[in-house]
Nanobody, 129 residues
Framework: VQLQASGGGLVQAGGSKNPSCAAS????????MGWFRQAPGKARGFVAA????????YYADSVEGRFTISRDNARNTLYLLMSGLKPEDTAVYFC???????????????????????WGQGTLVTVSS
């Protein structure tokens, strides 16, 4: 089972990036998926999550209104559309998935690292000022 994040890179402040996360080894169409990020010298923190059906999305306050998480279950791929980027968004972005099937969590659980069982290797997004 692998989650492969890609699509990071260098972008100017105010610009956009659209990293993706391709899953292989099994289908993740019935799994909760999310994005976390880790800036240099900081702990890994929650960015966004999406329910297994795609009907519910959750965001960290710091990215609400600027980032959009989505999924294409037919392609087994997770996306994060990032716009209005700020230098403080600079981080390695990790995708993650839980191992339960069609599970619904309480709202707070979607932002908790322990909810997720599978992790990608991360893709670096650097925002220049």
């Amino acid at each position: 089972v692998q989650l492969q994040a890609s699509g990071g890179g260098l972008v100017q402040a105010g610009g956009s990036k659209n990293p993706s996360c391709a899953a292989s080894g099994r289908t993740f169409s019935s799994n909760v998926m999310g994005w976390f990020r880790q800036a240099p010298g900081k702990a890994r923190g929650f960015v966004a999550a999406i329910s297994w059906s795609g009907s519910m999305t959750y965001y960290a306050d710091s990215v609400e209104g600027r980032f959009t998480i989505s999924r294409d279950n037919a392609r087994n791929t997770l996306y994060l559309l990032m716009s209005g980027l700020k230098p403080e968004d600079t981080a390695v972005y990790f995708c993650a998935a839980d191992k339960s099937s069609c599970r619904t969590y309480t709202a707070g659980a979607y932002s908790t690292r322990g909810t997720y069982d599978y992790w990608g290797q991360g893709t670096l997004v650097t925002v220049s000022s």
